[in-house]
């Protein structure tokens, strides 16, 4: 005859008469998890989801060790009932792990409740596992967290994105470590590469300029024939003119020169060499065809990269770099008296990078820097606000991440 089962409000003395190892605990445990194992031709969908709640409701109260045996043998399960999942994904990280990292039944939703009301190990572990989607990923990359983001950086078969990318991309600035790796990512965009610049070291602004400085030779060819279009209208279209600007292969400003002190922008780049004021940067900004913030922000530029992107795309000889080098009071030599190892690095990013390129970079970093500045714009800069932010425009999006630390965020 079978033992009724004791009441609620009996204590294990009660019932049992002595203290050892609840052998029928954990021989039902395993039962329970058999059933929900079973295929679909063994057990129906509401008696797997009923069995799954009892079994829930005694993982609940049971041991760390009864959990991981449970864990572990719903890790092949290719479909895992939701409160199951959810209850053990939200355990310690070791019985987590046991389904993070061998269970593929587990979905998003799993994985974002996981990766939301846990800590920093159980995102680790997601990060790390194949195939994380875009949803998750940016979930991921919310917390900020070094750790997870560089096992997602690694994980080849994770998928980020854009609004994930742009989120490391702010992080890179003060955890530098990452930009190689996010360089690497297949995801990254021009955008992204192009404001990463001005804060990223030697190396990576190299593998920048290297794989993201492209053409717009076939922008050039298909936008050929509207330039005489907006040339008829007057160039009254301000939508037109400005993407029409980064297009075109002309880079100086021609109609600068009659309002310019200057007769040339050789010139205003030779007056310079006696000291950079204010005054001769941004004429040598506005001949170049640049917005003053674009220019400041060359010229403040702590590496010098920016400085070999200017003259070569404006088409200065080499020597125009040592001039605004000289113009900024930068050492020219070592203590040796041989060149000094920035002016070389900058003169070395002078030769290796096309003209066209150079333009396609110097025109994105005035269009994205400038063209959307607005007051409106630079309050929320100021504020850190990204809410006024239109989450559309790039020009937007890349000024609030390349100007930030100019207004002090």
Not at 26 to 51: H, I, Q
Not at 177 to 190: D, S, W, Y
Not at 234 to 244: C, G, S, T, V
Request: hydrophobic content about 45%.
């Amino acid at each position: 005859m079978t033992a009724a089962p004791p009441s609620f409000g009996s204590t294990p003395s009660q019932t049992l008469g002595q203290a050892r190892p609840f052998r029928a605990r954990g021989a039902l445990l395993k039962r329970l998890a058999d059933v929900v194992c079973l295929p679909s031709s063994r057990v129906n969908a509401f008696e797997r989801a009923m069995t799954a709640d009892l079994l829930v409701d005694m993982l609940r109260e049971a041991e760390p060790e009864e959990r991981l045996k449970v864990a572990r043998r719903l890790a092949n399960l290719t479909e895992i009932p939701a409160s199951l999942s959810r209850l053990l994904l939200r355990d310690r990280v070791e019985i987590a792990e046991a389904l993070l990292a061998h269970a593929q039944g587990l979905n998003d939703s799993d994985l974002l409740d996981c990766a939301r009301m846990t800590g920093l190990e159980h995102r680790r572990l997601i990060a790390l596992r194949r195939g994380v989607s875009e949803v998750v990923s940016e979930t991921l990359v919310e917390f900020g967290e070094s750790a997870v983001i560089n096992c997602l950086l690694h994980n080849e078969l994770a998928r980020l994105s854009n609004g994930a990318i742009e989120v490391i991309v702010a992080l890179t600035r003060g955890e530098p470590q990452l930009a190689p790796i996010l360089l690497k990512r297949p995801e990254l965009r021009p955008a992204h590469a192009y404001v990463l610049f001005w804060w990223a070291d030697a190396d990576s602004r190299r593998t920048i300029l290297q794989r993201f400085a492209v053409s717009r030779e076939v922008l050039q060819d298909a936008a050929s024939d509207v330039f005489s279009m907006a040339a008829d209208e007057n160039w009254q279209d301000p939508l037109a003119r400005k993407a029409l600007q980064f297009i075109e292969r002309r880079q100086r400003n021609r109609a600068a020169i009659e309002k310019s002190p200057f007769d040339s922008l050789e010139a205003a780049v030779a007056a310079a060499q006696t000291g950079l004021t204010r005054d001769t940067a941004e004429e040598i900004s506005y001949l170049s065809g640049l917005k003053p913030m674009t220019g400041a922000k060359i010229f403040t530029d702590p590496g010098g990269e920016a400085l070999a992107i200017l003259c070569k795309a404006t088409g200065l000889p080499k020597a125009a770099v040592r001039a605004l080098w000289r113009a900024l009071r930068r050492p020219e030599t070592d203590a040796s008296g041989a060149v000094h190892p920035g002016l070389e690095r900058v003169l070395i990013t002078y030769d290796m990078i096309a003209v066209d390129r150079a333009q396609t970079v110097l025109r994105y970093w005035n269009w994205s820097l400038s063209s959307a500045l607005t007051p409106a714009l630079m309050k929320a800069i100021r504020d850190g606000d990204e809410d006024a932010v239109d989450e559309y425009s790039i020009p937007q999006r890349t000024a609030m991440l390349a100007l930030a630390k100019e207004f002090g965020r």
